[in-house]
């Protein structure tokens, strides 16, 4: 069942909410990018944020890195497609292993100049993750990145067990704001993702595939039933959307002091 999971989301043009010009206004909230910035892109999926940001940063270097292979495999056919050999590195690589294998994935020995991620820092849990952007970036790097979170104290307990699951931690956007303060940066900017991002690239596409997996997975009782499970995504943001967001967070570390003479 796990397969038919997979086949979903990696049909998908994004693996989550997200919009080019949300990509757009969060990279015009970066500070200082040098004109050939090194790019990491953490949780690319199939790269739909990668391939913007690439034709937004015409002379970047990035790497992206995602777990899943066929993720990957995509993202690279359609580097080939787009002529971008050599300026974009997708790799298949675990976050949480990034701090070793630097040197293996071509990242900058003085750190990045900007690490992007959308919907995936999560799942190392937002501290973390934070800790893992500050030792990968450069003094006077920028991090950019979109987070669930709560809008309201009392959300519907339906809504409430629907996020227990995949994100326990889940806070507020002040939670967050206090978590990248402790993390020792500097927030240049935030705003909530609009409600298109979770439906042009992402929840319609997914509604008209589960429904063609239905029809070809047809008398498959459990088919369905996984099929019913992941359609009630969708009708869950369409009831209790007013209850979550999805946040862009754009923050910067700070370039250490000269001493004073
Ligand atoms: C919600 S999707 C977002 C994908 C993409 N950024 C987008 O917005 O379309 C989260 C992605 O994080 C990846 N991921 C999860 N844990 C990871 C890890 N430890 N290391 C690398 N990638 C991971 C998943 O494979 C998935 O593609």
Known sequence: MQDLFFELFESLPRQGPGLAACTARALALCRGLLAAPSVLDLGCGAGAQTLHLAALLPAAHIVAVDLHPPHIQRL????????????????????????????????????????????????????????????????????????????????????????????????????????????????????????????????????????????????????????????LESEMHRRHGDGYAYEFFVARLPEPHAPLA
């Open 76 to 231: 690279r056919a359609e580097r080939h497609r787009q002529g971008l050999g050599g300026r974009l590195e997708p790799q298949v690589a675990d976050m949480r292993r990034l701090r070793d294998e630097r040197s293996a994935l071509g990242l900058p020995d003085g750190g990045v100049d900007l690490i992007w991620s959308e919907g995936a820092l999560y799942n190392l849990g937002l501290a973390p993750a934070l800790q893992l952007c500050r030792d990968l970036l450069r003094p006077g790097g920028c991090l950019a990145f979109t987070d669930a979170v709560w809008r309201r104290d009392d959300p519907p307990p339906e809504l409430r067990a629907a996020f227990e699951s995949d994100y326990p931690g889940m806070g507020r956007v002040e939670d967050d704001l206090a978590l990248l303060r402790a993390g020792g940066f500097e927030l240049l900017g935030h705003f909530s993702l609009p409600d298109a991002a979770w439906w042009e690239d992402f929840y319609t596409p997914m509604q008209a595939r589960i429904a063609e997996l239905r029809h070809r997975h047809a008398g498959d009782a459990l088919a369905q039933a996984l099929l019913d499970s992941l359609a």
